[in-house]
């Protein structure tokens, strides 16, 4: 196979969207007189069911939300149709962007911009830096984690007034 009649795609993530999903993104590239037969990736998913247990059936901004929500222990973190709100509107935010001409580094800043608007600042993440910066030496580094969490329903009261946002 001649590897200059490929063409060179500078954004792999357009042209998978482009084509409608990996398998058949690469489709091209191998040129037969027979037909291609390839599983579909959401067969192989459903397949897997024990493997991802707790997770749902996320797009790329979901799963990166989500992890950016358990991982910070946002209170949404549970709320699939919060998740997949604002996945769909990070995707149509890129989608949007790269129509207007805006490069894929761009358009991808603007749909992060979108994916994480508002969530900036989690309880636990704030009260996680105090207990690491405030009290370094009172509280060990490996009973940091179960501190903040014992410790973070009795300072609720404390983040009512403040806008975390």
């Known amino acids: 196979m001649n590897c200059s009649s490929i063409p060179d795609y500078t954004h ?13 993104a690469f489709f091209f590239l191998f040129p037969t007189d027979y037909p291609v037969n390839y599983q579909s990736a959401k067969s ?6 024990k493997k991802n247990e707790g997770q749902t059936d996320f797009s790329y901004y979901g799963l990166y939300l989500l992890d950016y929500l358990r991982t910070n ?13 604002r996945a ?39 009260l996680r830096e105090v207990v690491e910066n405030e ?3 009172e509280v060990p580094e490996e009973k940091r984690e179960a501190f903040v969490l014992k410790l973070l329903p009795l300072v609720g009261n404390v983040f009512s007034v403040y806008d975390l946002s």
């Open 135 to 137: 009290f370094a030496d």
């Open 12 to 24: 792999t993530l357009d042209l998978v969207v482009a084509l409608g999903g990996i398998p058949s």
């Open 88 to 126: 769909d509107r990070a995707a149509e935010t890129y989608e949007r962007a790269r129509l207007e001409g805006y490069p894929a580094d761009g358009a991808q800043e603007l749909a992060m911009d979108t994916l994480l608007r508002g969530l900036h600042y989690s309880r636990y993440a704030i």
């Open 44 to 49: 192989k998913v459903m397949n897997n069911k």
């Open 73 to 85: 222990k946002f209170e949404q973190a549970d709320d699939t149709a919060f998740i997949r709100e």
